[in-house]
């Protein structure tokens, strides 16, 4: 095994992790949410992506999937369009042309 490889049961315990804080995410989401809309239909979805490419590495399990395949046109906008991106800069984006299905779709 290289320097680059990660034995199955790490790369396990990694993702695990990972699904864990998207969970946690989800529970912010519901917790935080005015709409019922949000809350309680499930109307929103939440994942981790890759910081230099875009690519889904970890997605909530209560949300509605659909919005994880579009969020990630969303993320690649922002990497391209940002150059200098900080630990804390934070970024919304409800363009339905650039990863939304309709202007209340929101990736941030």
Known sequence: MTAGELDPITLTVIQGGLQ????????????????????????????????????????????????VGTMQFGTRCVIERAKDIQEGDVYIVNDPYLGGTHLMDVVS
């Open 20 to 67: 864990q804080v998207c969970n946690e995410m989800d529970l912010a989401f519901v917790r935080s949410a005015f709409s019922p809309v949000i809350s309680e239909a499930l109307d929103r979805s939440d994942g981790i992506y890759h910081k230099d490419n875009g690519e889904l590495i970890a997605q909530g399990e209560l949300g509605l999937p659909v919005f």
